[in-house]
């Protein structure tokens, strides 16, 4: 300490609060039209909702190292890291509400994400972000561009197939790719220490040839170090690493998880140890005064809020619409007619 | 139909769960696999109290590793034990297609029959609750189309636990579909139908034969999962309208009863095939090709009522465009007439 | 002496306590009114947040009256159904 400048905290903290106070914001919303009686398609946010309070400083520590041009893949808990990446709020948020205007027309809904202005993407099905992330780090090398890709996993999907063949891959040619993985010591019900061999996800890059680092608290600080370097020695072409960062779960898998499979010591010590609170006595270290730590957290709360009551404002699709936008070309491909055989050199 | 006397009733997931708790305390071959299996008892239920019962040994959570587990199910079967292994969405199916297309479904046959599969493969399936493009689907013709899995899909309690039954005690690879919306959970509030009286005992429904959920003249509604509810509902309608349809409820997909399906339209002459997977290559093309292939003189109209070829959107308008709904039933029978 | 038979209340024995409501809703009945029931046999499924439990019967006897219905929101502590207790034989 102090490892980031003033601005660099000051910037975090932004990004944090916004994440945090968005997904409060969001937890209400969803519940509303959702008691007594939890239904899940009831309310004005259907579906399954996966909010990552408690997961705020992966994203942060991590995308203020990117620029727009470097890709990002998420998991299906993405909201911290598409705000950390610069996904434009108001309109991930009508996505979220289901409107007309957001990122997907309506039709990808909370897992779903996409905004190709920052190149940032999400995926529901488990550790499948990373090959595509691989994908990305294999086009600036192609084309020969300093961009970066990172590809975030929860500490559940280090088992999956996708993770371990992308790994290899990404050694192998020696891709500017970073893995993220987030650690907040569950798989919905299943505890780490059940279902995975390692206690530090991180080794799983010891057996493809590359660095792998567990930052061990979730202090974004030491996160931001970690993936300062990862994300510098992508750039500069030195291939490929793991972080693994322990975050925290604090609203459940997703939005009514009773959690009865989860002791409630747990429960406590992950509402405890808040990442925010502790960057605010950072900050105040740094000197930055208690008023301004509170105007950029009340400006980030009014953001949020003037997102959510734009995204509700916004019309919802016409159910025509659902029959657009399977291909951006006509079915045809680029052409609609054959050529003469002849004239294209063909016998006869 | 139901055994009877009984005057209970058992929501879908507690007859599946009741009829995998019989086979177990049976059978100690017997075990299932899954994500979120044990504690969580299932994330649509289908395995609630068993772990109380069984304990971690036979009711196993596994790490996100579709491949390794269900590819492991597929050993342990060969091996001479009974595994179920549980997808949580069939939607995942993707990441272990391997070990279910070209294991699971093939290897007694590649062996002439030498080796045989006893195990099941149980998958939530379908939309319904705005859960998007890779959470909603039903995948029946993804599944039915590759030879070699026996395909299961119970429509009600009573169903669910008798083919749950036959599934287990089959020799063969069985998939068992269960819809989500019709398992009876809190938090998914079930329509009126798929909950029923289910009896105590253990009993055994046989695979490829279908049941002719209410009786019709004018049109045969063939349909499976969810839809037969949906189906139903709009038979009620289409008897105001006039209109009376036979609604047969397929509960599998392989084998298929082709001869249910042919009886009912050289009776009705109009036949309208209802299904939550996508129109094309899938089940209500296989139907309408079956009838027209034994009966096509006794064929007039036919409608095939399906989920468009899109994935399936999140926005509410959007999914309820493309997921047939009793109105879209409704018409289509009465287009026939 | 037979007593005369006093009905019993169907009542969730505990209210959970990882829940915040004081409210919850009856999700699915498993017996219908007039059924006989046995005691400690599961009557009924309720929700409470998303925290479901079930109803067990507190005697055997007939289940005599639903109070709540499906769907229908109860308190703690309310009754859900009343049943009448299979006289004794001694
Ligand atoms: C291939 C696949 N299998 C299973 C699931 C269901 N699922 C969704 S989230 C989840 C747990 C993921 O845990 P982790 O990766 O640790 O992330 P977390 O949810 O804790 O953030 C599971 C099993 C899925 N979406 N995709």
Known sequence: MPHASENTLTRLYENMVTARYYEERLQEEYLEGKQPAFDISAGPIPGELHLAAGHEAAGAGVCDHLRDDDIVTATHRPHHIAIAKGVDLKRMTAEIFGRETGLGKGKGGHMHLFDPDVNFACSGIIAEGCPPAVGGALAAQKRNTDSVAVSYLGEGAIDQGAFLESLNFASVFDLPVVFVIEDNDWAISMPKERVTDVENGAKRADGFEMPGVRVDSDDVLDVYDAAGEAIGRARDRNGPTVIEVQVHRRMGHFMGDPETYRPEADQEAAAERDSIVRLESDLREAGVEDDRIDEIRDDAHSRVDEAIEWAKDQPLPEPGAAHEDLFVSPASGVTDSEPDFEAVGGEE | ?337 | MTEHNERVAVQLDEWPDDVESDEGVVVNWFVSEGATITESESLCEVQIEKVSLDVYAPASGTLTEIRCGEDDEFERGETLAWVTPTPSED
């Open chain 2, 1 to 337: 139909m139901s055994g009877a006397e009984s005057t209970r009733e058992l929501t879908m997931s507690r007859a599946m769960v009741s009829a995998i708790a019989h086979e177990m305390r049976e059978n100690d071959d017997v075990f299932y696999m899954g994500e979120d299996v044990a504690d969580y008892g299932g994330i649509f239920d289908s395995t609630q109290g068993l772990r109380e019962e069984f304990g971690y040994d036979r009711i196993m959570d596994v790490p996100i590793s579709e491949t390794a587990y269900i590819g492991a199910a597929v050993g342990a079967a060969q091996a001479g034990m009974r595994p179920i292994a549980e997808l949580m969405f069939v939607d995942f199916f993707g990441v272990a297609m391997d070990q279910i297309y070209n294991q699971m479904a093939k290897n007694t046959y590649m062996s002439g029959g030498n080796v045989s599969v006893p195990m099941v493969l149980t998958a939530a399936v379908g939309g319904t609750y705005n859960d998007a493009a890779q959470h909603s689907q039903t995948l029946y013709g993804t599944f039915a189309h590759i030879p070699g899995l026996k395909i299961v899909v119970p429509s009600t309690a009573y169903e669910a636990k008798g083919l749950m039954h036959n599934a287990i005690r089959d020799d063969d690879p069985v998939l068992y579909m269960f819809h989500k919306r019709l398992m009876g959970i809190g938090w998914m509030p079930a329509p009126d139908g798929p909950k029923t009286p289910v009896p105590e005992t253990d009993y055994t429904i046989p695979f490829g034969r279908a049941d002719v959920k209410r009786d019709g003249e004018d049109v045969t509604i063939v349909t499976l999962g969810l839809h037969v509810h949906r189906a139903l509902e709009a038979a009620e309608t289409l008897a105001s309208d006039g209109i009376s349809a036979e609604v047969i409820d397929l509960r599998s997909l392989v084998p298929l009863d082709t001869e249910t399906i042919v009886e009912s339209v050289e009776k009705t002459g109009n036949l309208v095939v209802v299904d939550e997977d996508y129109r094309s290559y899938g089940v209500t093309g296989e139907v309408t090709a079956r009838v027209a292939e034994e009966a096509l003189d006794a064929l007039e109209r036919v409608e095939r009522v399906a989920v468009p070829d899109v994935p399936i959107p999140y926005s509410r308008p959007l999914e309820k465009e493309v997921i047939p709904g009793t109105e879209d039933i409704v018409n289509a029978a009465t287009r026939t007439q």
